[in-house]
C-alpha cells in the first residue's frame, strides 16, 4: 500500500505559499526536523539582529564536511529534507536566527534551538531533540527521574529571550526531546509571554511526572499543546500521565522505525489519524511504564548513570564512535562492568532482570 509523508508533502505544496496554504502541522514537523542540521557558525545567534533565508542557510550547511550524517539511530531522510525544504519556493521567504547551540558534558546537557521568521510575522521556534551523542541520551533519560534537566532550563530560557527580542506570536515545536523542550519552555514562560504563545507541538516527545502536569501553569496551556505520536509510539508516550495523544498512522517497524518521522503518514496537509494507539504500542508502553515503576527513583537514577558509565567506558562520544569500532568498544563495555564492585553488578542486573519480565509474554 502506498503512503506518503513529509518529503511528499512538499512535492505537493512545496510551490504554494502561506497565504494560500495556511501554515500546518506538516509545516511544524518540518521545521522541527530542521533544526537537526549543524548550523554551528552558520546561523547568527541570539545577540544578534540577522536572520538568514532557509536556503543560504542550507547551502552553507552542505559546506560543512559531513553535514549529512546522521547517526545510526537518528532518521536517515534529514539531510533530503533539508535540501527539499530550503529549495521549495513555500519556504523562499522563511528566514533563520536566534541559534543557540549547548554540548556540556559536566552537566549532561545536549540543546540546540533555532527561530524561523515567518512571512505572516509569527515566529517559530524549533527545539533540536536527541542527536548522536551519549550525552544527548543521558539527558534525554535522566528525564524520567529528576526535572528540570539542563536542556530545559535553557529551552525557558531561550523562549524568554527571544519573545524579549522580537516581536509577534510564537509557535513552538520539537520532534523527540524536542518536543519535550517547546512544552517545557511554553509552560514555564513568563504569563506575558505565554499570552503570545499560539501553538505548542511536541513530536513524539516524552512527557513529564504527574506533579507537573497537575498543576495550574500545564492546565492553563494545554489547549494549546498537541502531542502527536505514531500509533506504536513508545517515546512519546513516556511520562504523560493524561494519555491525551494524537495518533498518527506508522509504518516504521521498532522504536526506531516508529520514532522516525519519515515514517508518518501524510494525507493532504494533515496528518492521516487514527482513533487509538495500536494494540502492540500500547502493550510495549505499558511493559516500560510498569518496568520503570518497580524502580526506586535512586535505582532508576544509579541504573542511567552506570550504563552510560560502561558505554563510554572506551572515551567513545558519541554512538557512531561506538558503532564504528563495536568490537573495542565492546571489549571495553566488559572490561569496565566486571571491574565494577559486585553490589552495583548486582543492581545492573536487578535492573535488567526486571526490565526483562516487564516486557516477557504474559504481561
Not at 519552555?185 to 511536541?202: C, N
Not at 567513545?316 to 569500532?325: G, R, V
Request: proline share 6%.
Amino acid at each position: 500500500m502506498s503512503y506518503k509523508n513529509c518529503l511528499d508533502y512538499l512535492n505537493d505544496y512545496g510551490r504554494l505559499p502561506f497565504s494560500l496554504v495556511p501554515f500546518n502541522e506538516i509545516d511544524s514537523l518540518i521545521l522541527s526536523v530542521c533544526v537537526y542540521g549543524d548550523f554551528d557558525g552558520i546561523l547568527p545567534g541570539l545577540d544578534s539582529e540577522e536572520a538568514l533565508p532557509l536556503h543560504r542557510a542550507v547551502q552553507r550547511l552542505t559546506q560543512k564536511e559531513d553535514w549529512a550524517a546522521t547517526g545510526p539511530v537518528m532518521a536517515a531522510r534529514i539531510p533530503e529534507l533539508l535540501l527539499k525544504a530550503a529549495r521549495a519556493p513555500r519556504y523562499s521567504r522563511v528566514r533563520l536566527g536566534c541559534y543557540a547551540s549547548v554540548l556540556d558534558e559536566s552537566r549532561d546537557c545536549q540543546f540546540a534551538a533555532l527561530t524561523y521568521l515567518l512571512p505572516d510575522g509569527t515566529l517559530y521556534l524549533a527545539f533540536r531533540g536527541t542527536d548522536d551523542t551519549l550525552v544527548g541520551w543521558k539527558e534525554s533519560f535522566s528525564m524520567a527521574y529528576h526535572f528540570p534537566v539542563p536542556g530545559q532550563e535553557l529551552a525557558a530560557a531561550y523562549v524568554e529571550k527571544v519573545a524579549g527580542k522580537l516581536p509577534g506570536k510564537l509557535r513552538l515545536g520539537g520532534h523527540s526531546k524536542g518536543g519535550n523542550l517547546a512544552v517545557w519552555a511554553a509552560i514555564q514562560a513568563p504569563p506575558l509571554v505565554r499570552a503570545r504563545i499560539h501553538l505548542v507541538d511536541s513530536f513524539d516527545g516524552p512527557g513529564f511526572a504527574r506533579d507537573l502536569t497537575s498543576g495550574k501553569a500545564y492546565r492553563n496551556q494545554l489547549h494549546k499543546i498537541d502531542v502527536y505520536v505514531p500509533q506504536a509510539s513508545i517515546v512519546g508516550t513516556l511520562l504523560h500521565p493524561t494519555g491525551q495523544f494524537l495518533v498518527i498512522h506508522s509504518h516504521g517497524s521498532g522504536i526506531q522505525g516508529q520514532h522516525d518521522p519519515f515514517t508518518w503518514e501524510v494525507r493532504g496537509t494533515a496528518f492521516r489519524f487514527r482513533a487509538h494507539r495500536s494494540v502492540l504500542g500500547q502493550k510495549s508502553a505499558k511493559s516500560l511504564h510498569r518496568w520503570m515503576e518497580s524502580l526506586a527513583p535512586w535505582e532508576l537514577e544509579a541504573f542511567v548513570e552506570l550504563i552510560f558509565y560502561l558505554l563510554s567506558a572506551n572515551d567513545a562520544k558519541t554512538l557512531t564512535e561506538i558503532a564504528e569500532n563495536l568490537p573495542e568498544n565492546t571489549r571495553a563495555f566488559v572490561h569496565a562492568y566486571r571491574n565494577l564492585d559486585k553490589p552495583t553488578r548486582r543492581l545492573i542486573r536487578s535492573c535488567l532482570g526486571r526490565l526483562m519480565v516487564s516486557l516477557g509474554p504474559g504481561q
